[in-house]
Every structure is written in C-alpha cells, then in structure tokens.
C-alpha cells in the first residue's frame, strides 16, 4: 500500500515536471511541489481552526490563562503539517537517504525549529532595516530565503545519504 501512494504521488508529480525537466532537476521540482502543497495545507488548516474552530477568540487553558486564536491555529495546523512534510520529503523528495528514520525525524525537527527561528528573526530584522519596504514583499523575500536554505539543509543534512563503508578488521 505504502509504495502504491508513493509511487502515484510520484507520477502526479513527475507528469507536471516533464515541461520543466529541462530547467528544473526532478528532486528539486518535488520539493517545490511537496513543500508548497504543505505549505497550502498549512495555511488552509490555519485558517480553519481561527475562523471556525477558535471563531477568532483566545482559547481558555486554565483559569484566566489562555491563548490567542492565532496560536491555537498555528499549533493545530503545525501538528499536521510537520508529519506530513517529513513523510513527503522522506519518501517522494528523498527516498534515497539512507539514514534511519529516527535520526532523519531528529533532523527534520531540528531544522524545522531553526527555520522558524530563523523566520522570526528576519521578520524583525528585515521590519527593522527596511521599513519603506511593503510587507508582503518582504515577508516573500524571507520565504524564498527559508526555502532555498531549508532544500539544502534537508538534502545536505536531514535526508543525506551516507556511504556504507565496509569496516575490515586486520588480525
């Protein structure tokens, strides 16, 4: 069953890229494709919960403490959309990993928390230096940051192949 998903999330995939072959590799078209439709999912799952589940109101945790509607949102929506990116990136992105799956879930989560300081971080940086600058447009330029940054973190760390050397023993 797995392999039948993976292989049909794969073809989906693959058909869209063959007018882009020329220009993008096949890894990093699944990236985009994987990691935008995650990010879709995402914000979809956010703004559900915000609208309709919290109804735009902060969420009681005990007594007078609660939080806002904003991040109940974000961590309901952050709750499926991490297991899913690392269940994409790990079986259509980058199968080939030959790293154990605990050590590549320890991975993606680190690198996931670091991006998300690492967006904190330029949202106020970027605020703070570029003021004239329209926020939309700032806020996508930290997004193409994040992403060029995040693909080559998970390639050349989280989902990494190592070589297998053979270990000899000399008596």
Same mark, same amino acid.
């Given at each position: 069953m797995?392999d039948?998903?993976?292989h ?8 869209f890229h063959?007018?882009? #072959?020329?220009? !993008?590799?096949?890894q *990093? ?5 994987c990691g935008?439709? &995650?990010?879709? %999912? &995402?914000?979809?799952i956010?703004s559900?919960?915000? &609208?309709?589940l919290?109804?735009?109101?902060p ?6 403490l609660a939080?806002t509607?904003?991040v109940?949102?974000w !961590?309901? =929506?952050? =709750?499926i959309?991490?297991?899913a990116?690392?269940?994409?990136? +790990?079986? $259509? $992105?980058?199968?080939?990993? &030959? ?7 320890? +991975?993606y989560a680190l690198?996931?928390? *670091?991006?998300?300081l690492? *967006?904190y971080l330029l949202i /106020? =940086?970027?605020?703070?230096? %570029? ?5 939309? $447009?700032?806020y996508?330029a !930290?997004?193409?940051?994040? #992403?060029v %940054?995040?693909?080559?973190?998970q390639?050349?760390f989280?989902? /990494?192949? $190592?070589? /297998?050397?053979?270990?000899t023993?000399?008596p």
């Amino acid at each position: 069953m797995h392999d039948r998903i993976r292989h049909s999330i794969v073809g989906f995939i693959d058909f869209f890229h063959r007018p882009f #072959a020329r220009i !993008i590799p096949t890894q *990093t078209f699944r990236y985009l494709a994987c990691g935008g439709s &995650n990010t879709v %999912l &995402n914000i979809v799952i956010e703004s559900l919960c915000f &609208n309709h589940l919290f109804h735009k109101h902060p969420l009681p945790i005990y007594g007078n403490l609660a939080i806002t509607a904003e991040v109940g949102a974000w !961590i309901i =929506a952050f =709750a499926i959309s991490f297991p899913a990116g690392f269940i994409l990136s +790990r079986h $259509v $992105v980058f199968p080939e990993s &030959n790293l154990h799956g605990r050590i590549q879930l320890f +991975r993606y989560a680190l690198t996931t928390a *670091t991006f998300i300081l690492m *967006t904190y971080l330029l949202i /106020k =940086a970027f605020t703070f230096c %570029l003021p004239m600058i329209n926020q939309t $447009v700032r806020y996508t330029a !930290i997004c193409i940051i994040t #992403a060029v %940054l995040s693909y080559i973190s998970q390639r050349k760390f989280t989902f /990494k192949t $190592v070589d /297998k050397e053979v270990v000899t023993s000399e008596p």
